[in-house]
């Protein structure tokens, strides 16, 4: 029996618990996961013209991909070590370049102890959560053998597991909201390194002969617009926050309590 969820998501589920007792400031908050998840589910049933475009131009690019399924599969399988045996030795290895992403952010996020920073953590762990179960339901929907299983890559609806790929979905994921959030000083050092090690995920999972090509395909398209939602989410979610009225009570600097009222003013 396949472990259903690798490293990443371990991370993410013990971070969500340990999270809210680092601080005050993260931006994750149980009301706005609930909402986050009904909206992230419910997403297509919202969209607009552009979005079924991009869409349907991503079926597309996945289906063209997937008539190279044979002989991408051939520049990695060696016939000599690789056998049809269905196994993933390699599960907690390939799963490394997510969690280190992950793991780095939070330990920065605890460092600096900024809203910005946690922000970004609990960014990852929303959209590592949502692109875990969507990947789920994907691969028991679609059934399809792994290339360490059989040799068609047309093998669908026959138990397997292989569409799309989890690893590279999670490592996406996380890799876009590390490569597009915080300072843009670093823009260029965050892309690189987000973007490079979910590629180097991706890279594996095929060296491994875990999955093919469209698979990657399919779980780097899903993790890419799985962040983006969570970032537009986080940002929408800020800019409310900004636009609303606040009352707050707070020790005086000369004992005492102060109270303070703050309206925005267009």
Sequence with gaps: MRILFSLPCAVACLAS???PVCSRAQAVQPREAL???????????????????????????LGVIHEFDDDVRDQFFDP??????GEDPNNF?????????????????GIVDEPGAWQEVGSMLQATAFTAVS??????????????????????????????????????AIGTVL???????????????????AGTTAYLRLD????????????????????????????????????????SVMPGERGGVMFAFAMPLH
């Design 17 to 19: 618990l340990l999270v």
């Design 35 to 61: 909402e986050d998840t009904k909206l992230y589910f419910t997403a297509p049933l919202r969209w607009d013209g552009r979005d079924w475009l991009e869409f349907g131009g991503t079926l597309v690019a």
């Design 80 to 85: 000599a070590s690789d056998t049809l045996d």
């Design 93 to 109: 290895e390939d799963a490394l370049p997510a969690a280190v992403m992950l793991a780095g952010t939070w330990l920065l996020a």
């Design 135 to 172: 990947t789920e339901i994907l691969k028991f929907s679609f059934g399809r053998q792994r290339p360490n299983e059989t040799e068609d890559p047309d093998q669908w609806f026959e138990g397997g597991d292989s569409f799309p790929s989890r690893h590279v979905g999670v490592a996406f």
């Design 179 to 197: 490569a597009e959030s915080g300072d843009d000083r670093y823009r260029l050092a965050r892309r690189i390194l987000g973007y490079g090690l």
């Design 208 to 247: 491994h002969n875990q999955h093919w090509a469209s698979d990657v395909a399919a779980g780097a398209a899903l993790g890419l617009s799985t962040a983006r939602f969570v970032m537009n989410r986080r940002e929408a979610s800020t800019d409310n926050k900004e636009d609303k009225m606040s009352f």
